[in-house]
């Protein structure tokens, strides 16, 4: 380094001023850049550091008053600028080169063993030879870069697999993600798609939580909630904040530049990645159980999280042979680590109330760290369930996490009883609101019925607003539960009495960047205002579902309007009015006349035709009926539409959706990862549409109605 150095010294360029700078100052700029794109990558990359903190500030301060001085010569791969972009409003959709596969899961090594003999009898005679790569499986939050002509261009998020957002402002912030790529095979390509896993380290977490305590701010589960939350933020310096960094291991487009996944893994470390060195070559499923063996006995040692491990066929031209199925690839699985297990001391169980009113007893014990976060609360789902395991108050119990998310109470252990532990017993009333409860004699769940019981309330008026029902977009739920606490709701239809003053003064509970308060605004409260007046018209049907009747889901509450009309004939109906009705057993009637008869309910319902919601089922102008007596089934996941609305729109035109694919079924609109549907579809001979295809269907049907119709 020390021509650098030599120039660093050179008297001559601090004297150089204007637009047209000395050629030797281009060429200083250019070495600066190199050279601190080396020491981050062998700092944040290799974790080898060959200068020292003060050197590097040095030269990244050196280039930056270059650049001040000459700022056209900035360029978007240069240092300076990870830190560059504004806040964005919101994420723009980024279409995959190819499509972000999940991958299978194996929970043990049977599981993982059959997998292995499976690849190998599925490759026949060519079986002999074949090794497998594996490698950690980071738990973090997967990120696809695009690099055109060796300068990184977009940052996305995997989103659906096909489609994510982009985060390219927040992803130049991660230090070890070099913003141009070492000279290679990699940086001569045109255009390259490269994927991996953003992680947030585990000291960082602590620290990142730590701080969110400070503020009173809610801490973050575990590092992947955090890491993922960080890659979404709308001010890059927040992403900038957090420490992040990434595992890069695989190629999103088409092309191979390697024989085997393994030199892949060393390529990208040429271009100057962040690899993951913990991976191993396996010629037997000997070496690949012994891999994953180690893996689980050191993974609380390792800086960050993993999860399992990722066993991969390494040879690219045998993978290409083994192709996909319709949701992962035929050569990769995920050995996922079994739960891992602590033991803590129940204190006590409390009664938890939920919209439909069930009471759902809740283990609160003391807290302890599980799978990367400490927790200290567990559902126990129903009284038969504590009995099932033996449970009593007092007990030192067994608690893990179901797949490693889910805190759940596994058993006690009664070898450590000390005689004053004690039974729980449910209550026979609503602890919220004192009303009595039942419990159907087919059912484990005791249930207030009482609609108007407070604990019931923010998650009754966070099901009104949701899509499925009146569709009231822009109310959340830290905004319905800040609306509750302000006293401005307590029922739904307060929702529609709202005024844009109280709306927009609505004090959010945060505190924006400048040290003031987090309030609504007056842009935001009329666009939710707006969504309040639209929701007065919505079908019925959504109203009826969005009312949290028993039983009653969408599909129920759909055939009950086709049969019935408005709420009010339904709510009039008796149960064998109801029983009539194709689909509607006696347990479904037997739940919509129980809560049509409380007076609360009616109540409920005369509020909102009070304040101008639309309850009578009147129908729109339909639709021409081209789709009358087709029947489709929607399965994957939809990027054009939802598949609510995918029904929806087949429903207007005559069609019929159904949840099962059989021989009378028409077609099936298959999207990202189908299921097991697609595959019945195809063994049966039905017609399978993707996403084009069921909009080519809809336009056909829409060009067929007769003039003067509209379509919806």
Not at 11 to 16: H, L
Not at 579 to 606: M, Q, T, W, Y
Not at 671 to 684: I, Q, T, V
């Amino acid at each position: 380094m020390s021509d650098l150095f030599s120039l660093h010294n050179d008297s001559s360029i601090s004297a150089q001023q204007g637009a047209n700078p000395p050629s030797n100052v281009e060429l200083r700029i250019e070495e600066l850049r190199r050279e601190l794109d080396r020491h981050s990558y062998l700092y944040y990359a290799k974790d080898a550091p060959s200068i020292s903190d003060a050197t590097y500030d040095s030269l990244l301060r050196e280039l930056t008053e270059l650049e001040a001085k000459y700022p056209h010569l900035i360029t978007p791969d240069s240092p300076t600028q990870r830190i560059g972009a504004a806040p964005v409003e919101s994420f723009a959709s980024v279409h995959h080169a190819t499509r972000m596969y999940s991958l299978g899961n194996a929970m043990d090594f049977d599981e993982l063993d059959a997998w292995l003999t499976r690849t190998l009898e599925a490759l026949d005679g060519s079986k002999e030879g074949v090794e497998f790569i594996a490698e950690l499986k980071i738990d973090g939050s997967s990120i696809a870069l695009t690099y055109e002509n060796g300068i990184l261009v977009r940052a996305a998020t995997r989103g659906d697999g096909t489609r994510g957002e982009d985060v390219t402002a927040n992803v130049r912030t991660i230090k070890d993600i070099p913003l141009r790529l070492a000279e290679g095979k990699l940086a001569d390509l045109a255009s390259v798609e490269l994927r991996g896993e953003v992680y947030l380290p585990k000291k960082s977490f602590d620290a990142i939580n730590k701080a969110q305590e400070e503020k009173g701010h809610q801490t973050f589960a575990n590092p992947r909630n955090a890491a993922a939350g960080s890659l979404r933020q709308k001010d890059p310096r927040i992403s900038a904040s957090r420490d992040l960094a990434t595992f890069m291991y695989a190629r999103g487009d088409e092309g191979l530049l390697t024989a085997t996944q393994s030199e892949f893994l060393q390529l990208l470390s040429d271009s100057h990645f962040h690899v993951n060195p913990d991976v191993k070559v396996c010629r037997s499923a000997a070496e690949v159980r012994e891999f994953c063996k180690k893996a689980l006995e050191t993974r609380f040692d390792l800086p960050y999280e993993i999860d399992g491990v990722v066993v991969k066929v390494d040879s690219f031209a045998i993978q290409e042979e083994l192709g996909f199925t319709a949701r992962a690839p035929r050569w990769a699985i995920a050995y996922k680590f079994p739960p891992e297990e602590k033991t803590t001391v129940l204190r006590e169980i409390r009664i938890q109330v939920g919209r439909t009113g069930v009471l759902t007893p809740v283990a609160e014990f003391d807290p302890v760290s599980v799978a990367g976060s400490t927790i200290s609360r567990a559902t126990l789902h129903n009284e038969d369930e504590i009995v099932r395991k033996g449970i009593l108050i007092g007990d030192t119990i067994v608690v893990h996490k179901a797949g490693d998310v889910i805190p759940e109470v596994e058993s006690p252990i009664e070898g450590l009883r000390t005689g004053e532990e004690y039974p729980f017993v449910m209550p026979t009333v609503c602890p919220s609101c004192g009303s009595p409860v039942h419990r159907d004699k087919d059912e484990a769940a005791l249930r207030c019925e009482n609609s108007a019981c407070p604990a019931q309330l923010q998650e009754r008026l966070s099901h009104w607003v949701s899509r499925g029902a009146s569709d009231i977009e822009g109310l959340g739920t830290e905004t319905i539960a800040k609306l509750i606490e302000s006293g401005l709701v307590c029922k739904v239809s307060d929702f529609y009495a709202l005024t844009l003053d109280q709306l927009a003064d609505l004090d959010l509970g945060r505190i924006k960047q400048d040290g003031t308060p987090a309030a609504f605004g007056t842009v935001m409260a009329q666009k939710v205002l707006d969504n309040i007046e639209g929701s007065k018209h919505r079908a019925v049907s959504k109203l009826l579902f969005g009312l949290g009747v028993r039983h009653v889901g969408a599909t129920v509450a759909e055939l009950l309007v086709e049969e019935l009309g408005g709420i009010s004939e339904i709510s009039a109906a008796t149960p064998e009015e109801l029983s009539a009705i194709p689909s509607i057993g006696p347990k479904i009637a037997e739940a919509v006349c129980d809560f049509f008869s409380l007076d609360s309910n009616r109540k409920v319902l005369a509020d909102l035709i009070r304040v101008g919601v639309d309850l009578s089922g009147v129908p729109a102008e339909k639709l021409p009926q081209t789709l009358a007596g087709k029947t489709f089934v929607l399965t994957g996941t939809l990027t054009k539409f939802s598949r609510t609305q995918a029904g929806e729109e087949l429903k207007a035109r005559g069609g019929k959706v159904s949840g099962s694919v059989s021989a009378k079924t028409s077609y099936v609109v298959a999207g990202e990862a189908p299921g097991s549907k697609y595959d019945k579809a195809l063994a049966l001979g039905v017609t399978v549409l993707d996403e084009d295809g069921l909009e080519e269907l809809l336009g056909k049907a829409v060009d067929e109605q007769e003039p003067g119709v509209a379509d919806e």
